[in-house]
């Protein structure tokens, strides 16, 4: 495998399941992030983890739990969950930003389609 | 609070030129990304802009005018996989992307 993979690439849970979203990278990257992105709307970014450390939570519901494990794995822990938190989340990685070299583009993985019923 | 405005949908003939167009305000400025994303897949990187001036790529090209807070993405001798969103993302003083909702890209024969 290369790149980022994501799995599962498709997910329908009713508003009382539990589930998780899981993201690997094999790029050797230091930072990895998880968006929400809906129809016609920007790009939403939910956490990023930097070296493992959780650095950005950007007001996302508790229903949504990010784990990091180790650089190379990001979960997304889902539970009862609401149906407007259907849209498409991506996982993406990328060498962490620092001071003086903020170019690090980010790799973006082909996503989960979720659909909360 | 930071702000990206982009046009939400543009057309343009296959062969042709077209410019993409990005405004943007936000919290310091550390660079400016531009990616393509086509339907049902995930983005991908095109270029990005620290200096201002132009960056050429082959077929594309981004250019950046900091004190404006303006870029644009100029994609010339359009070809019909050129059909995308294109989605402009300055990266703020907390090196995060800022993103804009994207411009959809109709290419028509």
């Known amino acids: 495998e290369t790149g980022v993979t994501q799995t599962p690439r498709h997910l329908v849970m009713g508003m009382t399941n539990k589930k998780s979203l899981k993201c690997e990278q094999h790029l050797g990257h230091n930072a990895m992030y998880w968006y929400k992105q809906s129809a016609k709307k920007p790009l939403e970014l939910m956490f990023v983890y930097n070296f493992k450390e959780q650095t950005e939570n950007n007001s996302v519901p508790s229903r949504f739990s990010p784990e990091c494990p180790n650089s190379s794995h990001l979960f997304l822990h889902l539970h009862t969950l609401q149906p407007e938190d259907s849209a498409l989340y991506l996982c993406?990685?990328?060498?962490?930003?620092?001071?003086?070299?903020?170019?690090?583009?980010?790799?973006f993985g082909p996503g989960t389609r979720l659909t909360v019923l | 609070g930071q702000n990206i405005d982009q046009p939400t949908e543009m057309t343009a003939t296959e062969g042709a030129i077209v410019q993409i167009n990005c405004t943007y305000q936000?919290?310091?400025?550390?660079?400016l990304f531009w990616y393509q994303q086509h339907a049902g897949e995930a983005p991908t990187f095109l270029s990005y802009?620290?200096l201002d001036g132009l960056e050429e790529k082959g077929r594309f090209s981004s250019f950046l005018s900091r004190s404006k807070g303006y870029s644009y993405l100029l994609l010339k001798e359009l070809q019909m996989k050129d059909s995308a969103s294109y989605l402009c993302?300055?990266?703020?003083?907390?090196?995060?992307?800022?993103w804009g909702a994207g411009t959809k890209l109709i290419i028509k024969p």
């Open positions: 993302a300055p990266m703020d003083s907390n090196y995060q992307l800022i």
């Open positions: 936000t919290s310091g400025f550390n660079g």
């Open positions: 802009n620290v």
């Open positions: 993406a990685s990328s060498q962490a930003s620092i001071a003086g070299d903020p170019y690090n583009e980010q790799f």
